[in-house]
């Protein structure tokens, strides 16, 4: 537990950053701005975490947090709960994008950022910003502990990148042309600098609890052409309350989409890992799977270790009756009743989604996913 809620959010700041520096792979400006940089934000993250008053007037007491799929609707004091993260996730981003949007307004050089003329910088940021190392000085900014830190800031504004574009709600698509502001600014509020953020796996990896069953199970998805993604902000909100890496194929022989980290669709199969703040545990890795009866039907003939995964993870009937509701009453139970060692079971075909996951992984499920989507691959793909 937490000394506060608040105290909670911003150190998820800090665990969904890398814990060893790797600078940019494509600079003009020397590894030790990028390092300077680096720090200053990591330290920011863990000065707020210790003293997060000084930035959230007030503060709440920590508490357990909905599980992954719970909600906060039906969770005591759940509304309350919400709001407080939030604002507490707030607070800290507008801090962060102050300091983006002055580097992009302002000319840097090793020690200082200066701002135009009309350019204010409100009072609170002062005294903010100050606590972190930077003083403001008539319309500049001064960062002598960190120097360097706003010339890798200045070219990172400027930089586009590979990852996930912005969602355009305006449109309702994905826009590559609003993804050059965006993608560079998560990249600057994870301290991930690097084209390719590998250390979004390492990072999973550390909190897997079993680092050689989630490595192997990496491995294996990239020997077997799964696609790589990183996902440095997957909230809805676009507020970096999330992040989180996955490993696709698709089934259906189109081009893969990599736009959605969630998998949630009809067209892939495959393996995702994700840190909400949230959610506590606040990490969970979680299996896709495609045409649950069709398997389920099958399930004499699958190959035994799959069968003894299915058999331990995959729902079973509650008699929740939310397979006939979307019916409207038309139909029967879906349950499929497949025998295994002597014994039946009910298993559910529909909620198979929010089955298979788990906040930590081990031998055990490694091998049963693995397993698994060697199946998935020979019937499917």
Known sequence: MYASLESRVFDSYLKQSPSEFAGCDESVVSENCWFALYNWTRSTYQFFANNPELLVKQLHEDCDLPG????YSTFENGAKIKTALRKAITALNRLLQFVWESTFAGECNDHSLTLPENYKIPKKYITLLGHTGITAVDNSLIADKYAGMFSALKELTKQTDGFAPTWNYQNESYSPELSVYANGHRRFVRCIYRKKPDCLTLLF???????????????????????EGFWLDTSNAKNFESSGISFKKNITGNNISNENIYLYDHD?????????VIRAPAQSYHLTIQNPRDILSDFENLPSAVQKFVVKYHAKCNGCGYCTMRNKGKCNPYTIIANFEGK???????HHVYSYHWSSLNDEIADGLIAYLQYLQKSMV
């Not at 609890?209 to 799964?226: C, S």
């Open 68 to 71: 992954i799929f719970g909600t």
């Open 205 to 227: 990896s550390d909190l897997s609890g079993n680092t050689d069953a989630f490595n192997r199970l990496a491995r294996w998805l990239k020997e077997n052409d799964y696609q």
């Open 268 to 276: 892939h199969i495959g393996f995702k890992a994700e840190y909400s």
């Open 344 to 350: 039946a079971y009910p298993f559910c075909p529909i």
